[in-house]
Nanobody, 126 residues
């Protein structure tokens, strides 16, 4: 069982930066691939980025490639999402999710993740 808690969201102007954190409970978090998703009201949850358990393999949605960077520190049971050059369309609730299956695969669907955090709001003003 893994529990995830996101933090770091907030209000930022377009062009600015934020870093989200996802802290996990449990001693085996280092064996879980972790993904970031985002959702705006009335729309489906959208894949943002994914990092393998070791941190060696990363995937990004085209919409954030070159602006967002996912990383992790397994000693701290934490995954990060560094978001630069933010745009108004990045406004959403951001969720982290984890799973032990398909560690090195490009899993971009919600069904590929067993554990989810509660989300953190990111608002980008234009």
């Amino acid at each position: 069982q893994v529990q995830l808690v996101e933090s770091g969201g907030g209000l930022v102007q377009a062009g600015g930066s934020l870093r989200l954190s996802c802290v996990a409970s449990g001693r085996t978090f280092g064996s879980y691939a972790t993904g970031w998703f985002r959702q705006i009201p009335g729309k489906e949850r959208e894949f943002v980025a994914r990092i393998s358990s070791s941190g060696a393999i990363k995937y990004y949605a085209d919409s954030v490639k070159g602006r967002f960077t996912v990383s992790r520190d397994n000693a701290k049971n934490t995954v990060y999402l560094q978001m630069n050059s933010l745009k108004s369309e990045d406004t959403a609730v951001y969720y982290c999710a984890a799973d032990r299956r398909f560690n090195t695969g490009a899993v971009s669907t919600e069904a590929g993740y067993a554990y989810w955090g509660q989300g953190t709001q990111v608002t980008v003003s234009s």
